[in-house]
């Protein structure tokens, strides 16, 4: 008996603001933009949702020559579940 499963692909776009403790860097804006985009499809039993999201920072509030934090982010994102 052959099994057939239906590959359905659905689409996820979202943008919001994002925050963060302003300790965690110093200098760093504790503010920004966030968008997000990914899909999700079944195998079998198994969700699968592969995303990547970018965030861009708020200006730093300090004028620092050594070290200067990175305004733009970007992570890969994998989420699985049954």
């Known amino acids: 008996m052959a099994m057939r499963h239906?590959?359905?692909?659905?689409?996820?776009?979202?943008?919001?603001p994002a925050f963060r403790l302003?300790?965690?860097?110093?200098?760093s804006s504790p503010y920004g933009v966030t968008a997000g985009a990914g899909i999700e499809t079944r195998v079998w039993r198994l969700?699968?949702?592969?995303?990547?999201?970018?965030?861009?920072w708020g200006r730093n509030s300090l004028n620092l020559t050594d070290f200067v934090p990175f305004q733009n982010q970007v992570e890969a994102l994998a989420?699985?579940?049954?």
């Open 6 to 16: 239906a590959l359905r692909v659905l689409s996820r776009e979202k943008t919001f």
């Open 79 to 82: 989420g699985f579940s049954f």
């Open 47 to 56: 969700a699968i949702a592969p995303a990547v999201r970018y965030t861009h």
């Open 22 to 27: 302003a300790t965690e860097l110093i200098g």
